[in-house]
């Protein structure tokens, strides 16, 4: 077998662009185009566009789908309406996080649950182990999409000048089958940057017609090409987790502070459900560590993995770190103990390389969008 990362069909044009290209879960993926502060910039002032066709598109369909569904996973699809999508996780027996997912329902008995690239082939797994006994089809449709991203206060005006689709009725976390520049389009209103935006799930032979389209019509509003690295940083200060980060199979939706995605009240039997029972218990009994911010007080980054501490004891556990563009500071993500989580606690500091760098704790997000 090739080891070599697979290409999206916007490579070429990622290339002609100029971009710094990274393996990023096995696929060869723009980092940036030039400056990652001003992608960064664009996103949250203007708009930016991204190739996310890395992600895992899974099509689960037949008469049975929802009960399948509803098994495998610990939200309760059942209550998905048409068009609408839910972001919910698919965890192993023992309530460890396999992965954070968003599924749309694309029809009467078909659903789309998009995976992150990493764990695609994982979901794929899973979800065809667990449909044995339903009747229902689990699909691959990597190969299907392309994936593309606009994203910022100005996409929703861009986007609108380019299709008849109703984005004035389409709610966060929706979707709905449109034309784009004459590209036939499934247009999700969903993102992982903190700002409006919507997501476009096209045939992979019109990406480029497509991206060529949107960028026309985006000059204007400076709407520019972005990569992978601004798109961490905005989705670390829209205090949004990062699967391999904030969410691992070593913790259960409880111990990341979503608890809220399990629903307990759906009918049946799901997978994980007895030892998310107790998890969920455990936690009301005794707080896990919880994930909070971190402002440095310095200048110095922290980094994934690094130790957060107080009073010379170790209380916690960076588990993403940045420059943030927009508020000027380093600032992470980490699990720290209960009795040092509340926003504003003092006398915590990060490991930096055998220094114990000041950081003061707040509530995330870090940012929120103005309505």
Known sequence: MSTSPRRTALDALHRSLGATMTDFAGWDMPLRYASERDEHTAVRTRAGLFDLSHMGEITVSGPRAVDLLDFALVGNISTVGPGRARYTMICREDGGIVDDLIVYRTGETEYMVVANAGNAQIVLD???ERAAGFDAVVRDDRDAYALLAIQGPESPGILASLTDADLDGLKYYAGLPGTVAGVPAMIARTGYTGEDGFELFVDPQHAEKLWQALTEAGRDAGLIPCGLSCRDTLRLEAGMPLYGHELTTALTPFDAGLGRVVKFEKPGDFVGRAALEKAAERAEAAPPRKLVGLVAQGRRVPRAGMSVVA??????????????????????MAYVDAAHAGPGTGGVGVDIRGTHEPYEVVALPFYKRRK
């Not at 420059?323 to 380093?330: A, F, I, M, N």
């Open 311 to 332: 009073g010379g004891e170790v209380v916690g556990e960076v588990t993403s770190g940045a420059p943030s563009p927009t508020l000027g500071k380093p600032i992470a």
């Open 126 to 128: 899973a979800l065809t």
